[in-house]
């Protein structure tokens, strides 16, 4: 069974940067895009970020021009660079997979990060 395992969130002021790591192992088959969501507490999950087996890359609105996604194929690793950090990017982050032939969807177990105003 594939497995997802982020890092790299915690407590950071505003303004200041975090960079979150996903980690995908034990995986047999291709992948159609990595992406990050995000849930913050009373909300609903919502899209931040993907990049697709081509290397094309989509953004949400509110995190465009702050937050970069990355991907590194040697280590098996998606990078969420986080920059100028507020506080409503408190939430949540989850690192998401979806399968090329099947469109199944995988997902980590999140990881939290807290911004300080």
């Known amino acids: 069974q594939v497995q997802l395992v982020e890092s790299g969130g915690g407590l950071v002021q505003a303004g200041g940067s975090l960079r979150l790591s996903c980690l995908v192992s034990r995986i047999t088959f291709d992948i159609n895009a990595m992406a990050w969501y995000r849930q913050a507490p009373g909300k609903q999950r919502e899209f931040v970020a993907s990049?697709?087996?081509?290397?094309?890359?989509n953004y949400a609105d509110s995190v465009k021009g702050r937050f970069t996604i990355s991907r590194d194929n040697a280590k098996n690793t998606v990078y969420l660079q986080m920059n100028s950090l507020k506080p409503e990017d408190t939430a949540i982050y989850y690192c998401n997979l979806q399968a090329l032939w099947t469109g199944r969807d995988y997902w980590g177990q999140g990881t939290q990060v807290t911004v300080s105003s």
């Open positions: 990049i697709f087996k081509g290397g094309s890359t």
